[in-house]
């Protein structure tokens, strides 16, 4: 297996922009995650999904983030309108209950 | 944010010495596991460790637990240059299974 495949690996935008990182997690785990990691504020859980389904979205910061699981193949974390404070390390990690597997990470730039 | 607490912050130490580093938490667990990130990339998964054991080995790797304190220690042996990189502890409470509450993490330097 090719690992959690996450796209892009960078993105730069202007504010106000409208940004969606993807996500492909590896095949068979039932829970993918969408973290957000800064050195000010260190990895924070945004939101996970079991069976496609989300189950906490409590670390999702505000209105302006939503992230979907159309299937067990794909996610996505949308971000509109960005903001400069949005800049960091998005990763999404997927698991069967225990240990997770983290992709490579999307660094976001928001100027 | 952080559930949990690492101690200490960073660690710098020669190739060939021990690394410890410390994990605390505040509620009951399910399991206890330790990740390591190396710079820009994702984390690893190192060990996972039950809250019914103890002590769990992994190579160069020992981790303890003691749920009557609500800590956790990581030990790497013998360490490496390429042991260079931050490692996080992350929990998972009995209320939340599959979810992971991460420590800040403890950034070790190794020299060669």
């Known amino acids: 297996d090719a690992g959690v495949i996450q796209s892009p690996r960078h993105e730069v935008t202007e504010m106000g922009q409208e940004v969606t990182l993807r996500c492909k997690p590896i095949s068979g785990h039932d829970y993918l995650f969408w973290y957000r990691q800064t050195m000010m504020r260190g990895l924070e859980l945004l939101i996970y999904?079991?069976?496609?389904?989300?189950?906490?979205d409590s670390g999702m910061p505000e209105d302006r983030f939503s992230a979907k699981m159309p299937n067990a193949s794909f996610s996505t974390l949308k971000i509109q309108p960005s903001e400069p404070r949005d800049s960091a390390v998005y990763f999404c990690a997927s698991s069967l209950g225990d240990e997770q597997f983290f992709g490579p990470g999307t660094r976001l730039t928001v100027l | 944010s952080q559930q949990g607490e690492e101690d200490p912050q960073a660690l710098s130490i020669q190739e060939g010495e021990n690394a410890t580093m410390n994990c605390s938490y505040k509620t009951s667990i399910n399991n206890l596991q330790w990740y390591r990130q190396n710079s820009g990339r994702g984390l690893v998964h190192l060990i996972l460790i039950r809250s019914n054991e103890r002590e769990k080995h992994s190579g160069r790797l020992r981790v303890t637990l003691d749920t009557s304190k609500k800590s956790s220690s990581l030990l790497i042996t013998a360490s490496r240059a390429a042991d260079t990189a931050s490692y996080f502890c992350a929990h998972m409470t009995t209320d939340s299974w599959g979810k992971l509450q991460f420590g800040a993490g403890t950034q070790v330097v190794v020299t060669p």
């Open positions: 999904f079991n069976n496609n389904v989300p189950i906490d």
